[in-house]
Protein backbone atom coordinates (compact mmCIF):
# COMPACT_ATOMS: atom_id res chain seq x y z
CA UNK A 1 0.00 0.00 0.00
CA UNK A 2 2.89 2.34 1.28
CA UNK A 3 4.72 2.02 -2.28
CA UNK A 4 1.41 2.68 -4.28
CA UNK A 5 1.56 5.78 -2.57
CA UNK A 6 4.71 6.35 -3.36
CA UNK A 7 4.90 6.09 -6.66
CA UNK A 8 1.00 7.60 -7.24
CA UNK A 9 2.83 10.64 -5.15
CA UNK A 10 5.96 10.51 -7.93
CA UNK A 11 3.48 9.73 -11.05
CA UNK A 12 1.89 13.57 -9.87
CA UNK A 13 4.84 15.20 -9.48
CA UNK A 14 6.30 14.10 -12.68
CA UNK A 15 2.89 15.19 -13.99
CA UNK A 16 2.71 18.75 -13.08
CA UNK A 17 6.58 19.82 -14.43
CA UNK A 18 6.60 22.70 -15.90
CA UNK A 19 9.02 23.78 -18.63
CA UNK A 20 10.86 26.07 -17.21
CA UNK A 21 13.24 28.97 -19.61
CA UNK A 22 16.91 29.18 -18.91
CA UNK A 23 16.19 32.77 -17.96
CA UNK A 24 13.49 31.86 -15.33
CA UNK A 25 16.47 29.36 -13.32
CA UNK A 26 17.38 32.10 -10.81
CA UNK A 27 16.02 30.44 -8.13
CA UNK A 28 16.89 26.89 -8.97
CA UNK A 29 20.54 27.99 -9.99
CA UNK A 30 20.78 28.92 -6.36
CA UNK A 31 23.50 27.41 -4.41
CA UNK A 32 21.25 26.53 -1.78
CA UNK A 33 19.17 24.61 -4.48
CA UNK A 34 21.78 22.04 -5.58
CA UNK A 35 21.39 18.11 -5.86
CA UNK A 36 22.94 16.20 -2.98
CA UNK A 37 25.58 17.27 -0.29
CA UNK A 38 27.69 20.48 -1.31
CA UNK A 39 29.77 22.17 1.00
CA UNK A 40 30.31 21.35 4.45
CA UNK A 41 27.72 18.80 4.56
CA UNK A 42 30.26 16.20 3.20
CA UNK A 43 32.07 15.82 6.11
CA UNK A 44 28.76 14.94 7.74
CA UNK A 45 27.50 12.44 5.47
CA UNK A 46 30.94 10.32 6.47
CA UNK A 47 30.67 10.28 9.78
CA UNK A 48 26.64 9.41 10.01
CA UNK A 49 27.96 6.29 7.68
CA UNK A 50 29.87 5.01 10.53
CA UNK A 51 28.02 5.81 13.49
CA UNK A 52 24.76 4.58 11.79
CA UNK A 53 24.53 0.83 10.32
CA UNK A 54 23.70 2.27 6.85
CA UNK A 55 24.27 4.72 4.02
CA UNK A 56 24.15 5.41 0.36
CA UNK A 57 21.00 7.05 -1.30
CA UNK A 58 22.29 10.51 -2.54
CA UNK A 59 24.84 10.57 0.20
CA UNK A 60 28.22 10.77 -0.13
CA UNK A 61 29.77 7.60 1.46
CA UNK A 62 28.55 4.62 0.39
CA UNK A 63 31.44 2.12 1.40
CA UNK A 64 35.16 1.89 1.65
CA UNK A 65 37.51 3.56 4.65
CA UNK A 66 37.55 1.80 8.16
CA UNK A 67 35.43 3.65 10.55
CA UNK A 68 36.26 0.78 13.24
CA UNK A 69 37.61 3.70 16.12
CA UNK B 1 6.76 68.21 -51.53
CA UNK B 2 9.04 69.25 -48.48
CA UNK B 3 8.47 65.69 -46.50
CA UNK B 4 9.51 64.05 -50.32
CA UNK B 5 13.23 65.62 -50.03
CA UNK B 6 13.47 64.82 -46.30
CA UNK B 7 12.86 60.99 -47.25
CA UNK B 8 15.24 61.25 -50.04
CA UNK B 9 17.44 62.86 -47.83
CA UNK B 10 17.75 60.71 -45.41
CA UNK B 11 17.69 57.09 -47.36
CA UNK B 12 21.22 59.64 -49.44
CA UNK B 13 22.54 59.76 -45.74
CA UNK B 14 21.60 55.96 -44.81
CA UNK B 15 24.07 55.23 -47.76
CA UNK B 16 26.94 57.00 -46.19
CA UNK B 17 26.99 55.60 -42.56
CA UNK B 18 29.07 52.95 -41.85
CA UNK B 19 27.99 50.37 -39.41
CA UNK B 20 30.48 48.20 -36.87
CA UNK B 21 33.89 47.70 -38.42
CA UNK B 22 34.83 44.60 -39.76
CA UNK B 23 38.59 45.20 -38.17
CA UNK B 24 36.74 44.74 -34.50
CA UNK B 25 39.61 44.40 -31.71
CA UNK B 26 36.55 41.98 -30.11
CA UNK B 27 37.68 38.40 -29.96
CA UNK B 28 36.20 35.74 -28.76
CA UNK B 29 38.54 34.09 -25.26
CA UNK B 30 38.93 31.15 -24.50
CA UNK B 31 38.93 30.20 -20.92
CA UNK B 32 40.29 27.92 -18.61
CA UNK B 33 38.57 27.59 -14.80
CA UNK B 34 39.75 26.03 -11.80
CA UNK B 35 37.45 25.89 -8.58
CA UNK B 36 39.55 24.91 -5.44
CA UNK B 37 37.57 24.08 -2.03
CA UNK B 38 39.16 23.63 1.14
CA UNK B 39 36.96 21.23 3.86
CA UNK B 40 38.63 21.63 7.57
CA UNK B 41 36.71 19.53 10.03
CA UNK B 42 36.66 18.56 13.72
CA UNK B 43 34.62 16.14 15.08
CA UNK B 44 34.99 14.44 18.70
CA UNK B 45 32.16 12.32 20.02
CA UNK B 46 32.19 10.41 23.80
CA UNK B 47 30.31 7.05 24.73
CA UNK B 48 30.98 4.08 26.82
CA UNK B 49 29.57 1.08 24.26
CA UNK B 50 32.95 0.54 21.94
CA UNK B 51 33.29 -2.46 19.91
CA UNK B 52 36.63 -2.76 20.81
CA UNK B 53 36.11 -3.66 24.48
CA UNK B 54 32.84 -5.89 24.03
CA UNK B 55 30.26 -3.12 23.91
CA UNK B 56 31.32 -1.47 27.12
CA UNK B 57 34.33 0.79 27.89
CA UNK B 58 35.24 4.49 26.03
CA UNK B 59 34.17 5.62 22.92
CA UNK B 60 36.40 8.28 23.25
CA UNK B 61 36.90 10.17 19.54
CA UNK B 62 38.56 12.67 18.00
CA UNK B 63 38.77 13.53 14.23
CA UNK B 64 40.68 16.36 12.61
CA UNK B 65 39.67 16.12 8.64
CA UNK B 66 41.38 18.77 6.05
CA UNK B 67 40.76 18.02 2.37
CA UNK B 68 41.66 20.08 -0.65
CA UNK B 69 39.39 19.29 -3.65
CA UNK B 70 40.38 20.75 -6.98
CA UNK B 71 37.98 21.35 -10.68
CA UNK B 72 40.01 22.08 -13.69
CA UNK B 73 37.25 22.99 -16.13
CA UNK B 74 39.77 23.16 -19.59
CA UNK B 75 36.76 23.77 -21.94
CA UNK B 76 33.42 22.71 -21.97
CA UNK B 77 33.85 19.37 -22.67
CA UNK B 78 37.04 18.41 -20.43
CA UNK B 79 37.56 18.24 -16.73
CA UNK B 80 40.02 17.26 -14.48
CA UNK B 81 39.16 16.70 -10.82
CA UNK B 82 41.50 15.84 -7.97
CA UNK B 83 41.08 15.87 -4.38
CA UNK B 84 43.60 15.01 -1.10
CA UNK B 85 42.80 14.97 2.59
CA UNK B 86 44.54 14.23 5.84
CA UNK B 87 42.63 13.09 8.71
CA UNK B 88 44.53 12.81 12.26
CA UNK B 89 42.33 10.49 14.38
CA UNK B 90 42.82 10.34 18.13
CA UNK B 91 40.80 7.16 19.16
CA UNK B 92 40.94 5.84 23.11
CA UNK B 93 39.09 3.09 22.30
CA UNK B 94 41.67 1.33 19.64
CA UNK B 95 44.41 1.66 22.52
CA UNK B 96 42.59 -0.80 24.01
CA UNK B 97 43.41 -3.87 21.26
CA UNK B 98 46.21 -4.59 23.45
CA UNK B 99 45.77 -2.60 26.83
CA UNK B 100 49.24 -1.93 27.72
CA UNK B 101 51.26 -0.97 25.50
CA UNK B 102 49.76 2.23 23.62
CA UNK B 103 49.22 1.52 19.87
CA UNK B 104 50.31 3.03 17.34
CA UNK B 105 46.62 3.50 16.29
CA UNK B 106 46.33 5.51 19.57
CA UNK B 107 46.98 8.52 17.27
CA UNK B 108 46.21 7.44 13.86
CA UNK B 109 46.27 9.02 10.36
CA UNK B 110 43.99 8.65 7.24
CA UNK B 111 45.41 9.64 4.35
CA UNK B 112 43.26 9.70 0.95
CA UNK B 113 43.91 10.86 -2.97
CA UNK B 114 41.42 10.39 -5.70
CA UNK B 115 42.02 12.01 -9.43
CA UNK B 116 39.58 11.69 -12.29
CA UNK B 117 38.51 13.20 -15.46
CA UNK B 118 35.17 13.62 -17.42
CA UNK B 119 35.01 14.95 -20.57
CA UNK B 120 31.34 15.47 -22.87
CA UNK B 121 30.66 13.22 -25.56
CA UNK B 122 30.91 15.23 -28.86
CA UNK B 123 27.19 16.90 -30.36
CA UNK B 124 25.69 15.23 -27.33
CA UNK B 125 24.60 15.81 -23.80
CA UNK B 126 26.48 13.13 -22.49
CA UNK B 127 29.61 13.45 -19.94
CA UNK B 128 31.43 10.23 -18.87
CA UNK B 129 34.07 10.58 -15.92
CA UNK B 130 36.29 8.43 -14.35
CA UNK B 131 38.24 8.32 -10.95
CA UNK B 132 40.07 6.43 -9.25
CA UNK B 133 42.08 6.95 -5.71
CA UNK B 134 43.22 5.59 -2.46
CA UNK B 135 43.00 5.88 1.06
CA UNK B 136 45.57 4.54 4.21
CA UNK B 137 45.82 4.45 8.01
CA UNK B 138 47.48 2.01 9.86
CA UNK B 139 45.04 -1.20 9.61
CA UNK B 140 43.60 -0.18 6.27
CA UNK B 141 44.45 0.36 2.83
CA UNK B 142 41.42 0.57 0.16
CA UNK B 143 41.66 1.19 -3.68
CA UNK B 144 39.00 2.65 -4.93
CA UNK B 145 37.63 2.96 -8.84
CA UNK B 146 34.67 4.83 -10.38
CA UNK B 147 32.71 5.32 -14.02
CA UNK B 148 30.34 8.03 -14.30
CA UNK B 149 28.03 8.73 -17.15
CA UNK B 150 25.70 11.85 -17.05
CA UNK B 151 23.04 12.78 -19.50
CA UNK B 152 20.91 16.21 -19.18
CA UNK B 153 17.99 16.87 -21.68
CA UNK B 154 17.45 19.58 -23.76
CA UNK B 155 15.55 22.03 -21.84
CA UNK B 156 18.10 21.07 -18.95
CA UNK B 157 14.92 20.51 -16.78
CA UNK B 158 16.18 16.57 -16.09
CA UNK B 159 18.75 14.88 -15.52
CA UNK B 160 20.25 11.08 -15.56
CA UNK B 161 23.32 9.25 -13.31
CA UNK B 162 25.01 6.48 -13.01
CA UNK B 163 27.89 5.91 -10.90
CA UNK B 164 29.49 2.66 -10.32
CA UNK B 165 32.41 2.53 -8.02
CA UNK B 166 34.56 -0.49 -6.48
CA UNK B 167 36.25 -0.65 -3.28
CA UNK B 168 39.13 -3.21 -3.05
CA UNK B 169 40.16 -2.99 0.78
CA UNK B 170 43.24 -5.11 2.56
CA UNK B 171 42.68 -5.13 6.68
CA UNK B 172 46.25 -6.09 7.10
CA UNK B 173 47.80 -3.29 9.82
CA UNK B 174 50.96 -2.15 9.83
CA UNK B 175 51.37 0.08 6.20
CA UNK B 176 51.80 3.24 9.07
CA UNK B 177 54.36 1.17 10.93
CA UNK B 178 57.24 -0.22 8.94
CA UNK B 179 56.13 0.48 5.40
CA UNK B 180 54.61 -2.97 4.63
CA UNK B 181 51.37 -4.79 5.63
CA UNK B 182 51.90 -7.48 8.27
CA UNK B 183 48.87 -9.02 9.53
CA UNK B 184 45.85 -8.71 10.86
CA UNK B 185 45.38 -7.60 14.44
CA UNK B 186 43.72 -8.87 17.14
CA UNK B 187 42.83 -8.09 20.89
CA UNK B 188 45.79 -9.00 22.84
CA UNK B 189 44.25 -11.80 24.77
CA UNK B 190 43.14 -13.39 21.35
CA UNK B 191 46.31 -13.45 19.34
CA UNK B 192 46.87 -17.70 19.97
CA UNK B 193 44.11 -18.03 17.62
CA UNK B 194 44.26 -17.25 13.83
CA UNK B 195 40.23 -15.90 13.47
CA UNK B 196 40.81 -15.51 10.04
CA UNK B 197 42.53 -16.66 6.99
CA UNK B 198 41.77 -13.49 4.58
CA UNK B 199 42.14 -9.96 4.93
CA UNK B 200 40.79 -8.84 1.92
CA UNK B 201 37.44 -7.01 1.45
CA UNK B 202 35.27 -5.53 -2.14
CA UNK B 203 32.76 -3.18 -2.35
CA UNK B 204 30.64 -2.66 -5.57
CA UNK B 205 27.95 -0.14 -5.60
CA UNK B 206 25.70 1.46 -8.55
CA UNK B 207 23.97 4.43 -7.64
CA UNK B 208 21.45 6.09 -9.84
CA UNK B 209 20.05 9.51 -10.17
CA UNK B 210 16.92 10.99 -11.43
CA UNK B 211 16.79 14.67 -11.18
CA UNK B 212 13.75 16.90 -12.41
CA UNK B 213 13.11 20.28 -12.38
CA UNK B 214 9.13 20.77 -11.41
CA UNK B 215 8.80 24.42 -12.04
CA UNK B 216 11.16 27.93 -11.32
CA UNK B 217 11.40 27.01 -8.25
CA UNK B 218 11.27 23.44 -7.35
CA UNK B 219 13.32 20.63 -8.01
CA UNK B 220 13.22 16.44 -7.31
CA UNK B 221 16.26 14.19 -7.17
CA UNK B 222 15.53 10.37 -6.85
CA UNK B 223 18.76 8.15 -5.73
CA UNK B 224 18.39 4.54 -5.98
CA UNK B 225 21.70 2.17 -4.57
CA UNK B 226 23.02 -0.77 -4.35
CA UNK B 227 25.98 -1.75 -3.08
CA UNK B 228 27.14 -5.46 -2.80
CA UNK B 229 30.39 -6.06 0.18
CA UNK B 230 32.28 -9.30 0.43
CA UNK B 231 35.40 -10.59 2.30
CA UNK B 232 36.18 -9.49 5.45
CA UNK B 233 33.31 -7.53 6.98
CA UNK B 234 34.25 -8.25 10.70
CA UNK B 235 36.63 -6.10 12.40
CA UNK B 236 38.80 -8.21 13.76
CA UNK B 237 39.74 -6.00 16.72
CA UNK B 238 36.29 -6.28 17.79
CA UNK B 239 35.73 -8.34 20.78
CA UNK B 240 32.60 -10.30 21.87
CA UNK B 241 31.66 -11.61 25.52
CA UNK B 242 29.36 -14.45 25.64
CA UNK B 243 27.02 -15.25 28.13
CA UNK B 244 29.37 -18.13 29.63
CA UNK B 245 32.08 -15.48 30.02
CA UNK B 246 33.88 -16.54 26.89
CA UNK B 247 35.36 -14.39 24.66
CA UNK B 248 35.83 -14.44 20.87
CA UNK B 249 36.44 -11.87 18.12
CA UNK B 250 33.37 -10.22 16.06
CA UNK B 251 32.10 -12.44 13.39
CA UNK B 252 29.71 -11.34 10.85
CA UNK B 253 28.66 -12.93 7.62
CA UNK B 254 31.19 -12.41 4.53
CA UNK B 255 28.50 -10.96 2.34
CA UNK B 256 26.10 -7.52 2.60
CA UNK B 257 23.68 -6.81 0.24
CA UNK B 258 22.74 -2.78 0.75
CA UNK B 259 20.05 -1.02 -0.91
CA UNK B 260 19.37 2.56 -0.24
CA UNK B 261 16.95 4.97 -1.83
CA UNK B 262 17.14 8.68 -1.30
CA UNK B 263 14.70 11.18 -2.49
CA UNK B 264 15.20 15.05 -2.19
CA UNK B 265 12.99 17.75 -2.56
CA UNK B 266 14.52 21.21 -2.81
CA UNK B 267 12.17 24.54 -2.76
CA UNK B 268 12.28 27.78 -2.82
CA UNK B 269 9.78 29.54 -1.00
CA UNK B 270 9.02 33.53 -1.71
CA UNK B 271 11.77 35.43 -2.36
CA UNK B 272 14.15 34.33 0.34
CA UNK B 273 13.75 31.20 2.36
CA UNK B 274 14.69 28.15 0.91
CA UNK B 275 13.59 24.34 2.11
CA UNK B 276 15.72 21.54 1.21
CA UNK B 277 13.99 18.42 2.62
CA UNK B 278 15.39 15.11 2.04
CA UNK B 279 13.99 10.98 2.88
CA UNK B 280 16.23 8.01 2.49
CA UNK B 281 14.75 4.18 3.12
CA UNK B 282 17.85 1.58 3.36
CA UNK B 283 17.78 -2.30 4.09
CA UNK B 284 20.21 -4.60 4.17
CA UNK B 285 20.70 -8.58 4.49
CA UNK B 286 22.45 -7.99 8.44
CA UNK B 287 18.95 -7.26 9.29
CA UNK B 288 18.91 -3.98 8.96
CA UNK B 289 16.19 -1.56 8.38
CA UNK B 290 16.60 2.46 8.12
CA UNK B 291 14.25 5.34 7.86
CA UNK B 292 16.10 8.85 7.67
CA UNK B 293 14.80 12.60 7.44
CA UNK B 294 16.23 15.74 6.76
CA UNK B 295 15.10 19.11 6.53
CA UNK B 296 17.29 22.03 6.30
CA UNK B 297 16.03 25.73 6.27
CA UNK B 298 17.75 28.96 4.75
CA UNK B 299 17.28 31.89 4.92
CA UNK B 300 18.72 34.55 2.70
CA UNK B 301 19.55 37.62 4.81
CA UNK B 302 21.41 39.96 1.73
CA UNK B 303 22.34 38.57 -1.30
CA UNK B 304 25.56 37.31 0.20
CA UNK B 305 24.46 35.93 3.85
CA UNK B 306 22.34 32.73 4.44
CA UNK B 307 21.82 31.50 7.51
CA UNK B 308 20.33 28.24 7.95
CA UNK B 309 19.06 25.81 10.44
CA UNK B 310 18.67 22.17 9.78
CA UNK B 311 17.18 18.77 11.39
CA UNK B 312 17.55 15.04 10.83
CA UNK B 313 15.97 12.12 12.45
CA UNK B 314 17.48 8.49 11.83
CA UNK B 315 15.43 5.40 12.85
CA UNK B 316 17.12 2.28 12.73
CA UNK B 317 15.96 -1.07 13.18
CA UNK B 318 19.15 -2.97 13.98
CA UNK B 319 21.33 -5.96 12.95
CA UNK B 320 20.17 -9.98 13.87
CA UNK B 321 23.78 -10.33 14.41
CA UNK B 322 24.16 -7.38 17.48
CA UNK B 323 23.53 -8.38 20.93
CA UNK B 324 25.26 -6.26 23.57
CA UNK B 325 28.05 -6.57 26.29
CA UNK B 326 27.39 -10.56 27.59
CA UNK B 327 24.72 -11.45 25.87
CA UNK B 328 25.43 -13.43 22.96
CA UNK B 329 24.59 -17.01 22.80
CA UNK B 330 27.86 -19.31 22.76
CA UNK B 331 26.18 -20.84 19.67
CA UNK B 332 25.53 -18.04 17.74
CA UNK B 333 27.52 -18.15 14.16
CA UNK B 334 27.55 -14.83 14.06
CA UNK B 335 27.97 -12.19 16.70
CA UNK B 336 29.15 -8.50 17.10
CA UNK B 337 28.71 -5.86 20.23
CA UNK B 338 28.63 -3.05 17.77
CA UNK B 339 26.37 -0.37 18.44
CA UNK B 340 26.81 1.00 15.06
CA UNK B 341 24.63 -1.85 13.76
CA UNK B 342 21.97 -1.71 16.71
CA UNK B 343 18.84 -0.65 16.94
CA UNK B 344 19.10 3.14 17.08
CA UNK B 345 17.53 6.46 17.02
CA UNK B 346 19.86 9.41 16.44
CA UNK B 347 18.99 13.28 15.84
CA UNK B 348 21.32 15.90 14.84
CA UNK B 349 20.51 19.43 14.51
CA UNK B 350 22.92 22.60 14.11
CA UNK B 351 23.44 25.59 12.05
CA UNK B 352 25.35 26.87 8.55
CA UNK B 353 26.36 30.77 7.90
CA UNK B 354 27.40 31.18 4.47
CA UNK B 355 29.06 34.27 2.78
CA UNK B 356 29.15 34.10 -0.52
CA UNK B 357 30.79 37.62 -1.96
CA UNK B 358 31.88 36.20 -5.40
CA UNK B 359 34.28 38.94 -5.01
CA UNK B 360 36.86 38.97 -7.97
CA UNK B 361 40.31 40.02 -7.60
CA UNK B 362 42.71 39.63 -10.68
CA UNK B 363 42.30 36.35 -12.34
CA UNK B 364 40.98 34.68 -8.65
CA UNK B 365 37.32 34.68 -7.34
CA UNK B 366 36.97 34.33 -3.86
CA UNK B 367 33.44 32.53 -3.52
CA UNK B 368 31.99 31.58 -0.54
CA UNK B 369 33.09 30.80 3.04
CA UNK B 370 31.22 28.86 5.05
CA UNK B 371 30.98 27.53 8.64
CA UNK B 372 29.11 24.88 10.00
CA UNK B 373 28.02 22.97 13.75
CA UNK B 374 26.33 20.08 13.96
CA UNK B 375 25.04 18.27 17.23
CA UNK B 376 24.63 14.74 16.98
CA UNK B 377 22.94 12.51 19.67
CA UNK B 378 22.63 8.63 19.38
CA UNK B 379 19.88 6.64 21.77
CA UNK B 380 22.26 4.74 23.29
CA UNK B 381 23.97 7.74 24.57
CA UNK B 382 26.88 9.09 22.35
CA UNK B 383 27.07 12.35 22.25
CA UNK B 384 28.90 14.02 19.11
CA UNK B 385 30.12 17.14 18.16
CA UNK B 386 30.53 18.20 14.53
CA UNK B 387 32.59 22.03 13.41
CA UNK B 388 32.97 22.20 9.84
CA UNK B 389 34.98 25.38 7.45
CA UNK B 390 34.52 25.52 3.84
CA UNK B 391 36.35 28.00 1.41
CA UNK B 392 35.75 28.36 -2.04
CA UNK B 393 37.59 30.12 -4.60
CA UNK B 394 37.99 29.67 -8.13
CA UNK B 395 40.65 31.27 -10.63
CA UNK B 396 40.44 31.64 -14.70
CA UNK B 397 43.17 31.10 -16.90
CA UNK B 398 43.35 32.65 -20.82
CA UNK B 399 43.93 29.64 -23.08
CA UNK B 400 45.90 30.20 -26.04
CA UNK B 401 44.29 30.23 -29.23
Known sequence: ?????????????????????????????????????PGSRKFEESVQAYREGSSGGGSSKTSGGCGCN | MKKRYVIIGLLASSLASVGQPSNSTYKKKKLSTTSVELVMSYYTQDNEHSAVTGGIGTEDLQV?????????????SNAFHFDAGVDVISSASTDNIDFVISSASKVDLRTHINAGYSRRLKDTRTTVGLISGFSIESDFFSVAHGLSLHHVNASQSRELSIALQTYLDDLRWGRLHDGKPEELIYPVELRDTVWFDHYRRSSYSVEFGFYQVINRRMSLGIYPGITYQSGLLSTPFHRVYFNDESLRVENLPGRRLKLPIGIQLNTFLGGRWILRSYYRFYWDNFGINAHT????????????????????????????????????????????????????????????????????????????LEFRYAFYSRSDGLKAHMITLFLGYSFDKKLKE
Not at chain 2, 320 to 339: L, M
Open chain 1, 1 to 37: MRSYIVIGFLLIVSLSCESVKPYQRVYLNDYEMKPGQ
Open chain 2, 64 to 76: YATQLAMDVRRDS
Open chain 2, 293 to 368: LNLETSLKVTPMFTASTFFRLHEQHGSDYFRPYKDHDPSEVYYTSDYDLSSLTTFKSGVTIRYAPYRRMGRSTFEA
